[in-house]
């Protein structure tokens, strides 16, 4: 059986599997009921553990400096050494960089012990609103609640969803607005 944790961040609960495993992986979106097609964010440390899996250029840089960690989502260019059956159809990777202290134990304990990220995708069924408590995610996940084999609660979250920007060759593109609105980055930015 794959290791699937459901655990906190800064913003809502999130369900972790081994980011590099595709099984694992495979597992997540059956948990989910999303597409085994889609891909999924990856929960890591610091951005050294981006710089590992992705390539991270001036602007995504300064980006990542200054909101992370935090509750932002920054995509990027995945480097050549990542398996392609990890990653999304356009070459990239979604990271997170949790500024939660359960969440940042977690992963670091995590990629001591397995060399790879989590992945860091909403605790919820694809196409519902992800709830507060670990109580009423797996009232909603139902019978897949089979598949989880760690939970670790601390408390409600009730947090905007993380933002999601996309900096490719130093082009930003907000894909969601979140808890970090596109003017904060803009302003920052620009």
Request: glycine share 6%; with cysteine; proline share 4%.
């Amino acid at each position: 059986m794959k290791d699937v944790i459901l655990y906190p961040t800064e913003t809502i609960y999130g369900l972790g599997v081994h980011a590099l495993d595709v099984e694992a992986l495979k597992v997540l979106f059956a948990i989910k009921g999303r597409d085994a097609a889609q891909t999924a964010s990856w929960l890591v440390r610091d951005i050294a553990d981006i710089e590992r899996y992705a390539e991270i250029g001036d602007t995504a840089r300064r980006v990542a400096e200054h909101f992370l960690p935090g509750p932002l989502t920054l995509i990027l260019k995945a480097k050549a050494s990542v398996p392609n059956t990890c990653i999304a159809p356009d070459g990239t990777i979604g990271f997170r960089i949790s500024s939660d202290s359960v969440a940042q134990k977690l992963i670091a304990e995590y990629m001591a012990a397995h060399d790879a990220p989590l992945t860091c995708t909403s605790a919820n069924l694809h196409g519902k609103v992800p709830q507060a408590t670990t109580e009423e995610i797996l009232t909603q996940l139902g019978d897949r609640v089979a598949h989880i084999t760690q939970v670790v609660d601390d408390g409600p979250r009730q947090g905007a969803a993380s933002t999601v920007v996309r900096i490719l060759d130093d082009t930003i593109e907000i894909i969601r607005e979140g808890a970090i609105t596109e003017s904060n980055i803009k302003a920052y930015i620009l």
